[in-house]
């Protein structure tokens, strides 16, 4: 959790002629957001994963975590802005942060 302060710092600090590019960063910031990493629950591709399952009346409901791949900016935005998910942590970013996963999801989806 440090590093990834002091490596942010680093990056405001210096800017675009930075040790760190910028898909190395965003990747860096995918995996550790300031607490769990967006892999955790959207996988490495980004595209979701099955958090868990139980049975309910005869039948199992599985909780997954959504694609993320082909969001829109705004609604990636406005989901990782919001603190009203059910099951989602909140990770106070910056919109520059935010910009940066979204960059993250859409180099890697090449």
């Known amino acids: 959790m440090r590093l990834v302060g002091l ?3 680093i990056v405001l600090a ?3 002629d930075s ?9 860096m910031l995918y995996h550790n957001p300031r607490g769990i990493g967006c892999q ?3 996988g490495e591709d980004g595209k979701g994963k ?10 199992t409901i599985l909780i997954k975590a959504p694609d993320i791949t082909k969001l829109p900016f705004k609604k990636f935005y406005d989901a990782l802005a919001s603190s009203k998910h059910r099951l989602m942590p909140h990770y106070f970013l910056t919109k520059k942060e935010i910009k940066t996963l979204y960059y993250y999801l859409k180099v890697k989806k090449r």
């Open 19 to 27: 040790f760190i590019t910028k898909e190395e960063y965003a990747k």
């Open 40 to 42: 955790k629950c959207h």
């Open 50 to 59: 099955i958090l868990g399952r139980y049975r309910e009346q005869n039948r």
């Open 7 to 9: 490596m942010f710092v």
């Open 14 to 16: 210096y800017g675009e």
